[in-house]
């Protein structure tokens, strides 16, 4: 565990490496790569259902890409409102959060909320596919972390964040418009468009992977004197 904390990987040839894999993996095994944004997906629908104290008792999962959250209290309201509207954040934003820790020197961390994560939801998983993708990812990051080298400790967390971050702009990009889609949630709770929804996500999620991927690269999210709050130092 030492070896995964206080380690500057920022630059270095395992995060370009970690990222191209990832993007790969994202473009042309959808259901692969897929699963595991999906997962955070519903993680954060179950979150925040906690949160809003509407509850909820399960998940599952159909594909990669397809997957539900059964919330015990689906009655409109603001609950309603942050339930449907926090999955297509939660990939990007956990993304961001993750390779912000990751920049900060602490890959162990990384893996250890991974970890964490897939635990919790294998333990809420309803159905076969659901069962087995958080059990199998779960036991990779397990292994990983127990019995991996240095080098493919930090392979496995730079490509998990990547995977993320890729992974929440084409969750987005590609989602259904279909009635049952947070999307028409969100139109029927507030009637903007659904295409207007659709916009909102791709833009955050590409927002996120613009900053993430520049913590990865460069160490900095944003360059000088573009984020709002970024006042120069005086001369």
Not at 117 to 124: C, M, N, P, Q, V
Not at 166 to 179: H, P
């Amino acid at each position: 565990m030492d070896e995964l904390i206080d380690v500057s990987i920022v630059g270095q040839p395992v995060v370009y490496g970690a990222g191209f894999i990832a993007l790969l993996l994202v473009v042309f095994t959808r259901d692969w790569a897929g699963s595991f944004v999906t997962v955070v997906h519903e993680g954060g629908h179950m979150v925040m259902a906690v949160l809003t104290f509407r509850g909820f008792s399960s998940w599952k999962m159909d594909n990669g890409d397809n997957a539900g959250t059964s919330v015990d209290d689906g009655s409109w309201g603001i609950g309603f409102l942050l339930i449907s509207i926090v999955g297509y954040l939660s990939p990007p934003l956990v993304g961001l959060s993750l390779a912000a820790l990751l920049a900060a020197g602490n890959p162990w961390g990384v893996l250890a909320i991974t970890l964490l994560l897939l635990a919790l939801a294998f333990l809420y998983a309803k159905g076969g596919l659901a069962n087995v993708v958080t059990a199998v990812l779960a036991v990779i990051v397990a292994a990983t972390l127990w019995r991996g080298s240095t080098t493919l400790q930090l392979a496995v967390a730079a490509g998990a964040v990547w995977v993320l971050l890729f992974g929440g702009v084409r969750a987005a990009w590609g989602m259904a418009l279909s009635d049952k889609s947070d999307a028409a949630k969100m139109t029927r709770a507030t009637w903007l468009p659904r295409s207007v929804w659709k916009l909102f996500w791709i833009a955050v999620s590409v927002v996120a992977l613009y900053a993430g991927g520049r913590l990865l690269l460069v160490g900095d999210a944003w360059p000088d004197g573009v984020w709002p709050f970024d006042v120069p130092a005086e001369a």
